[in-house]
């Protein structure tokens, strides 16, 4: 879609930057490993608390404990706000002004729905693991009946959503140019170092090459 | 400090990995490069925005367009709610219920001021240009009295912040300790790749030290 599918959903500032397009906002919801969900606390303000999510076509799953407090706010209806945020990389003008950023964004708004069906739970429980690691679903353990009890599974449509993207060179002013300043582009990403087997595992088992060979969903090309 | 300074502050979920001491709180803001700042919009509900920060001793200051919507609710002095989120590693498990992330994360709560005398404003955009490259604020034009006039600078104070931290390998239940699946941890770090000068460049400005050498506070440790 080229418009915004409502008034919050629009970007103001920096309309150029603004895009509603669905396999763009999929695309940045997937590569993104964490987000940041919003919500009102009826007692303490706006809060924010960072968290791994999946997405599974146009719906966005979220999880967290059922013991946790946040999560029985979110449970109940309240209006989410869910932000996930890729930097490209620093974007270096002559003037301080100028400054900014190369990212990739996605702001979602709606009201999370509590997932209950066994099916529904099975396919939101396996989108995380994979999300955060794919290829671990096929390996890890999936969650035992106990463990799903203890588990809360969220899920946000994505029908209210909407991205912002910036690329390319920095945009100084034209006297600016001139100045004897070096400007650019420094990219950035997520990189991974050397895996760390746990202290305590079992035999001669070999590191996983989805775990020698991380890289996000988009840096896979 | 060892006890959180107010009620929203504390760390219900994982207690232990709760942590009010302001070095520590203040080294996660100066290594993160971005945050996320949350407030209720009294008409649309729970916002995001994801922007750059910097801190200046007990102040973490924020900036945005004075023309920006969201700029001018905080000014109003809007309850917001600050996240600071470094993601140091992918904890796998054997088990997908005890999947985890390593991460150190602040949040801050409290009302933006905004910030008006130009001694402060001028130390604030100086922290701002250094938070996004240490070296920066001593090379790039600093603001002219037209560009401050259209820069909103924000304020907040960082008495009732925490830090959330979680390190080291997972933590599987001794059942699933037998089990033939690789467990460990992936370290992540945020990366750069090699500087791209900007197609206007004048002359051979070489790249700068800061620019080459680039690393985020805690990792030049």
Known sequence: MSRAPS????????????????????????EALICHVSWMDPEGGPRILPTIHARV??????????????????????DVCVAAT???GLVLARSAFNHSMNYRSVVVFGRA??????EEMERAATAITSHVAPGRETEARM????????????????DEASAKVR????KDDPPDIELPIWAG???LALAH?????????IGDLPTPGYVTGYRRPDLTG
Chains 1, 2 share one sequence.
């Not at 629009?10 to 669905?22: I, N, S, T």
């Not at 404990?65 to 999560?71: H, I, K």
């Not at 969650?143 to 588990?151: G, V």
């Not at 690329?167 to 920095?170: A, S």
Request: proline letters at 13%; hydrophobic letters at 30%.
């Open 86 to 88: 890729i930097v490209d």
């Open 7 to 30: 008034e919050r959903t629009q970007v103001h500032r920096h309309p150029e930057r603004g895009v509603y397009d669905a396999d763009l906002i999929h695309r940045i919801l997937d």
């Open 167 to 170: 690329t390319g060179p920095p």
């Open 143 to 158: 969650p035992t009946e106990h463990e799903f009890r203890q588990t809360l599974l969220l899920a946000v449509p994505l």
């Open 193 to 201: 170092g050397t895996p760390e087997p746990a202290p305590d595992l």
């Open 113 to 118: 729905r509590e997932v209950t069906e066994p």
């Open 57 to 78: 076509g146009d719906t966005l799953y979220l999880h967290g404990s059922r013991a946790a407090r946040p999560w029985k706010t979110l449970r109940d209806g309240a």
């Open 185 to 187: 582009v420094l990219p």
